[in-house]
């Protein structure tokens, strides 16, 4: 009894860990950017960018999404790193998110607090997102993805790559 109580509060602390990450990583990137500053973040009504930011964290850890984008993170900057290819810009379902574009999972060209950014309940009902890579590329970055342990399969002929709960199809950019 003892033994199981100590797994759960492991497994607590470890979603907790996550979840600050998230957050983190998200906050100190729109810094890093200029999206948003110290002064915006002491007071979230002055900056649209900051309060959405917030507002989809908390989403993604309701979901239970957390440890998926985290996941996605770190297979986008290892393709980075590795094949030195980054998702093509402006395509692609996770274009709508704040915390994905924070977290470099993919580009804009302009960001500004008049941006429409969607909600991840939407995204996630839609069960398969899109992320495209260049179309001479995205094999190898198929391959890289199957030679670094993540769980991939093909549905209708594309590749997608198994999260825990999300599931990212990589696609040709045409």
């Known amino acids: 009894m003892v033994k199981n109580k100590n797994q759960k509060r492991k497994a607590a602390l470890a979603m907790k860990n996550s979840i600050e990450a998230l957050r ?7 810094k890093k950017l200029g999206l948003i500053d110290e002064f915006h973040e ?15 964290i908390t989403e993604i850890n309701e979901l239970g999404l957390t440890l998926d984008l985290l996941s996605l993170k ?11 290819l980054e998702p093509v810009e ?4 996770l ?9 470099g999972i993919t580009k804009q060209e302009v960001v500004t607090e008049n941006n ?16 495209y890579y260049p179309s001479q590329q995205r094999n190898r970055v198929v391959d890289w993805v199957r030679n670094n342990g993540y769980n991939t399969s093909t549905y209708l002929g594309q ?16």
């Open 74 to 84: 770190r297979m986008i900057d290892g393709i980075k790193q590795y094949l030195l």
């Open 116 to 131: 429409v950014w969607s909600s991840w309940y939407l995204l996630k009902n839609k069960k398969i997102l899109s992320l």
């Open 42 to 56: 002491e007071n979230q009504d002055d900056n649209n960018i900051l309060r959405q930011a917030v507002a989809e």
């Open 159 to 174: 590749p997608i790559v198994r999260l825990e709960h999300l599931y990212i199809m990589i696609k040709n950019a045409r």
């Open 95 to 103: 274009q709508t998110s704040i915390v994905a574009f924070a977290l």
């Open 90 to 93: 402006g395509k692609g379902d």
């Open 24 to 30: 983190f990583q998200t906050l100190w990137r729109l």
